[in-house]
Nanobody, 129 residues
Framework: QVQLVESGGGLVQPGGSLRLSCTAS????????IGWFRQAPGKEREGLVC????????YFADSVKGRFTISRDNAQNTVYLQMNSLKPEDTAVYYC??????????????????????WGQGTQVTVSS
């Protein structure tokens, strides 16, 4: 059974930084497009950042552009979400998700919740003074 696990969430002051990690078993994340999503209480899950499995295409929601970055460490089978200049409105549960290849070996990047096959359980990020 495929499992994705997020870690690195917590409480941070406004302006601070956090790095979230997404690991998986037994799949190799480098074959998958990876997306990061978040869901705040009473709101729909929104796509924030994604990267395709060729590491050529990325997407950043306007709300996080210039503040969040995504990277892979294939040796560790981990994808990271670096979050800087955090704001109170970034408070939410953050999820990583993996999309299987749909076009040959290519798995594309897109912020659609419905298109991802595997999801983690989420990690809470709270930005507050």
């Amino acid at each position: 059974q495929v499992q994705l696990v997020e870690s690195g969430g917590g409480l941070v002051q406004p302006g601070g930084s956090l790095r979230l990690s997404c690991t998986a078993s037994p799949i190799n994340l480098d074959y998958y497009a990876i997306g990061w999503f978040r869901q705040a209480p009473g709101k729909e899950r929104e796509g924030l950042v994604c990267i395709d499995n060729n590491d050529r295409d990325t997407y950043f929601a306007d709300s996080v552009k210039g503040r969040f970055t995504i990277s892979r460490d294939n040796a560790q089978n981990t994808v990271y979400l670096q979050m800087n200049s955090l704001k109170p409105e970034d408070t939410a549960v953050y999820y990583c998700a993996a999309r299987r290849p749909a076009f040959g070996s290519w798995s594309y990047c897109a912020p659609d919740v419905e298109g991802y096959n595997y999801w983690g359980q989420g990690t809470q990020v709270t930005v507050s003074s």
